[in-house]
């Protein structure tokens, strides 16, 4: 009886506070989780917590050995849970509730003026985060200044921020927010109205950071008079740039001649000749490794310059009309380890057989190559197949010259290659009949809009090599516009989806986090997503850039 009575009152008291708990408002987006704010709730200590958790440990007479775990265990189960899985597990009592607010990480937000008021409750709650998105809608007035300063006061352990359409955001609470941030690593702005003065305080007050991405910075207004950005105590610290449509992405000039150190820069549709800036950068940058430029007014002179860069890795020419085989030439004579070569040609016909034959002989590590709008023959294709043994990845969209010979060539030749993409090539079931007898490590081939292969000739190769993945769309040739700028790599930063009109919160534990967020940076869908080469890329090396940790 008195063991009946006693699970009589753990299951009332249960009830009863699970009834409290429910209060929390819970939801799905996506990969982000909405929680309202809780302001005045308190978590049970001392002894009156430790009765509780022992009322909890007995129901039906059974032993509920998690109420045994240390805080720092079940911290620890939580990190791989995913977001929705956690909120769900803070509902079950108020210890569950505190470990999984303070074992949170990473936190995404609805940048309105609202949140203001909800701040101190929010970051109570969640007081560990150092990964912070702040997004607002476009349609709506985002945080000002003193809401910055005080997420600035409340998390002085920030080590990433990402800012997004946060327009109400002015140089001054930029500078407040890096005076007390100053442990930051990786900044992200996009849509922003802050200027010059207000990214000049972060590259002064933050000598850790390491990541910069600036995408439609609105508040400088005048390249030429504008006060010239960096490089500041960052310089030395700094090891990627990413710049995005920027009409005064010259501006940073300073900054990227003074960072000393960057491996990495990208520069996506800004204007301006940069030839001169790759010029001025020979001698100053010894550790470059990659670099992505996308309608980019830069000609075969800053491709020269860019030569220099010996540890040059990965190259991305995405629509840089005035480059050609010249200065194609002029890297691949240099680079000698280059592994990942994408080039998107805008069917200028400026880039073709000189350049890829002069890639074939001076980089034989060559691991990717992927040709958007250029005209390879079997004579280019075939020296790259002698020379670069170790291919792995290769694309080829809306090329003329890429026929059912080229096709056969790849297949006799490319021992290496395990995926292979091909749009809108003049290619025919032939072309899938010699793949179908070659390429002896193929695990995956994507046909798309390629008129002369059928469905018929797809399903033979798929009879033919069960091992290899065949995906094929036989519909009308119709070559779409492939962009580099909309992929992850570039993006050198994650993109938050619409958030609901609450606030949403979104951390991640360290080992889901590093998973979800390597598969992601780890994708080369560095072309539109509405291209198969986008799809195909996407899924194609893993774990090539470094992974996220929540």
């Known amino acids: 009886m008195g063991q009946s009575a006693s699970s009589a009152a753990a299951v009332a008291c249960r009830r009863e506070r699970d009834q409290g708990n429910r209060s929390v408002n819970i939801s799905k987006t996506r ?10 709730y308190s978590y049970g200590t001392g002894e009156g917590d430790s009765e509780n958790r022992r ?24 990190q ?17 509730l505190q470990i999984e607010g303070q074992s949170r990480h990473r936190l995404s937000l609805n940048a309105e003026a609202e949140l203001f008021s909800a701040i101190p409750s929010l970051f109570s709650r969640f007081d560990s985060v150092t990964k912070l998105a702040l997004k607002c809608d476009r349609r709506s007035v985002s945080i000002r200044d003193d809401s ?62 390491e990541e910069l991405s600036v995408k439609r910075l609105r508040g400088i207004t005048d390249a030429a008079a504008a006060e010239p ?25 300073t900054l990227i001649l003074g960072a000393k150190n960057l491996k990495t820069l990208k520069l996506f549709r800004c204007s301006g000749d940069w030839d001169r800036l790759f010029q001025l950068m020979v001698d100053r940058m010894t550790k470059m490794v990659e670099v992505h430029l996308e309608r980019l007014q830069i000609s ?63 980089c034989p590590n060559l691991l990717e190559l992927v040709l958007i709008g250029v005209n390879p023959t079997k004579v280019s294709l075939e020296m790259l197949a002698s020379n670069c043994q170790n291919l792995e990845r290769l694309a080829l969209c809306g090329s003329d ?42 695990v995956k081939v994507k046909v798309k809009k390629c008129k002369g292969v059928t469905p018929e000739g797809g399903d033979w190769l798929r009879r033919t090599r069960g091992s290899v993945a065949v995906n094929l769309d036989t519909g009308e040739a119709e070559l779409q516009e492939a962009s580099a700028s909309d992929g992850g790599a570039q993006e050198n930063g994650l993109e938050f989806p619409q958030m609901p009109a609450q606030i949403a919160a979104a951390a991640s534990s360290t080992s ?27 899924r194609w090396s893993g774990g090539s850039t470094s992974a996220r940790h929540g």
């Open 31 to 40: 990969s982000t989780a909405s929680v309202s704010p809780m302001v005045g």
């Open 55 to 78: 009322v909890e440990a007995v129901t039906d007479g059974t032993t509920d050995y998690i109420s045994d775990l240390p805080n720092e265990c079940l911290a620890s189960v939580f």
């Open 80 to 96: 791989f849970l995913s977001s929705a899985d956690r909120n769900r597990c803070s509902l079950v009592c108020q210890r569950w």
């Open 148 to 209: 910055l300063v005080l997420i600035s006061q409340r998390c002085p352990n920030l080590t990433r921020l990402k800012l997004r359409a946060c327009r109400e955001l002015t140089d001054a609470g930029m500078e407040a927010f890096a005076k007390n941030c100053k442990g930051l690593k990786k900044l992200s702005c996009g849509s922003c109205t802050f200027g010059s003065k207000g990214m000049n305080a972060v590259l002064d007050n933050c000598a850790l950071l």
């Open 229 to 253: 950005i960096g490089p500041g105590v960052a310089g030395s610290s700094l090891r990627t740039i990413c710049l995005k449509e920027l009409y005064n992405g010259q501006c940073f000039g």
């Open 300 to 362: 075969d002179i800053g491709l020269q310059a860019i030569a220099n860069y010996s540890n040059l890795e990965i190259l991305h020419l995405v629509k840089t009309p005035e480059c050609s085989d010249i200065g194609l030439i002029a890297i691949a004579d240099r680079c000698k380890l280059l592994r990942k070569l994408h080039i998107d040609g805008w069917k200028a016909n400026r880039i073709g057989d000189d350049g890829l034959i002069g890639v074939a002989k001076g």
């Open 401 to 442: 010259s890429v026929g059912d010979p080229e096709i056969s060539c790849i297949a006799a030749k490319c021992v290496a290659l395990k995926k292979l993409c091909i749009k809108s090539c003049p290619v025919s079931d032939q072309g899938m009949e010699a793949l179908a007898n070659g390429c002896p490590n193929l």
């Open 512 to 538: 889901g986090s590093t998973a979800r967020s390597s598969s992601f940076k780890s994708r080369l869908g560095l072309l539109s997503g509405r291209s198969i080469v986008a799809n195909t890329l996407r």
